[in-house]
């Protein structure tokens, strides 16, 4: 007879990939779609939910910009930060590395401040009001152009003492990371840190071109730079991090089920893997639920969720505050499952 799995709920853990736009629960669409007098085309919350059934992230994505239009306002996108920080400590997290997608409000008529402030509203009393501390990432859409990435990069220095990072998101296959590197360069002359998603459903050579060209720090995903066995070899030598999404995984059919994730395998080989929940509404799980459903599925014992947890803050942008890193990690060594 199998034991029950360890119980990851409580266990301290960092997010370091999570859209803040993928948060957006059906209830809280329709209520904000009421508050802004939008008419959504779905009769009710339980009828948006049906639609979650994707058959690839282009599935996804579709659904994913086309719900955003009921966030207009400063209050609407804190509200959805706040929703997110509530859930959030339920499920163990301490710190959370929060991606927008700045492109998809102000194609819109929103404006870059309304968003930044919106989120910043809610992000300021995190810590005191839910043990959170956290940064924002701020993502560029690889399926518009980089002029266009440079253009919002441009718009958001106003606020760049509320912005940690740049990312890179949206449609992989089709649009590598080369071509984004000058306003990389761009970004990391402004002082702020760099990741991108690669290896979802593009290929690993994307993986090695977003290190190469755009000097990330960390690998979003990342799960298909397995198929190269010297691009394992090297995200093990350099301490790359991955932040793997397993239930986003599996949603978009990346991986069949979540028995057959491979991220065992990732961290049998060494590789600084860390277990985030991507966009949480759409996917059917937030931080703590991917790390229950990951020790379920894949057999994943106490000392496998603690690594992953260990992982989450040594791969955080906590590098200006190690004593908070510190902090975290005793918490984790500390936790009785
Ligand atoms: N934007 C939101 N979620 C995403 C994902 N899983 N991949 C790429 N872009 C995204
Ligand atoms: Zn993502």
């Known amino acids: 007879m199998s034991s029950a799995p360890p ?74 930060a706040e929703a997110y920080l509530e859930r959030s400590a339920e499920q163990g997290v301490r710190h959370a590395e929060i991606f927008f ?33 956290t940064r924002l990432i701020l993502c560029f859409l690889r399926d518009s152009s980089p002029a266009e990435a440079a253009e919002t990069l441009a718009s958001a220095e106003p606020y760049l003492h509320r912005i940690t990072g740049v990312g890179l998101d949206s449609a992989e296959a089709g649009h590598p990371p080369g071509p984004f590197r000058d306003v990389y360069r761009r970004a990391a002359e402004l002082g702020l840190r760099r990741v991108a998603h690669a290896g979802e459903e593009g290929p690993a050579a994307y993986v090695a071109e977003a290190l190469d060209e755009l000097g990330v720090e960390r ?22 991090p991955l932040t793997v999404c397993p239930l986003s995984n599996v949603r978009l059919r990346g991986v069949d089920t979540l028995a057959d994730h491979p991220l065992p395998q990732m961290l049998d080989a060494g590789l600084l893997a860390t277990v985030n929940s991507d966009d949480p509404s759409y996917f059917g799980g937030y931080a703590a639920d991917n790390f229950t459903a990951c020790a379920e599925a894949l057999g994943l014992g106490e000392e496998q969720l603690r690594l992953l947890a260990r992982n989450s803050f040594l791969a955080s942008f906590l590098d200006d505050d190690e004593e908070r890193r510190a902090r975290y990690l005793a918490e984790v060594d500390a936790f009785r499952f």
């Not at 008529?109 to 839910?130: K, M, N, P």
């Open 7 to 80: 119980d990851a709920r409580h266990l301290p853990k960092a997010e370091l990939h999570l859209h803040i736009e993928g948060t957006l629960e059906p209830g809280t669409a329709f209520a904000l779609a009421e508050r802004n007098g939008i008419t959504l085309p779905y009769s009710s919350p339980e009828e948006l939910h049906r639609r979650y059934d994707f058959t690839d992230l282009g599935s996804f994505l579709e659904l994913y910009y086309a719900l955003m239009d009921v966030l207009r306002t400063e209050q609407d996108f804190s509200d959805l």
């Open 101 to 133: 997608d700045p492109q998809a409000h102000t194609s819109r008529g929103v404006s870059i401040g309304t968003v930044i402030e919106g989120l910043g509203r809610a992000l300021d009393t995190s810590e005191e009001r839910y043990g959170i501390s």
């Open 219 to 240: 690998i979003d995903h990342g799960r298909r730079a397995l198929e190269d066995p010297a691009l394992v070899r090297r995200l093990v030598e350099e301490r790359v």
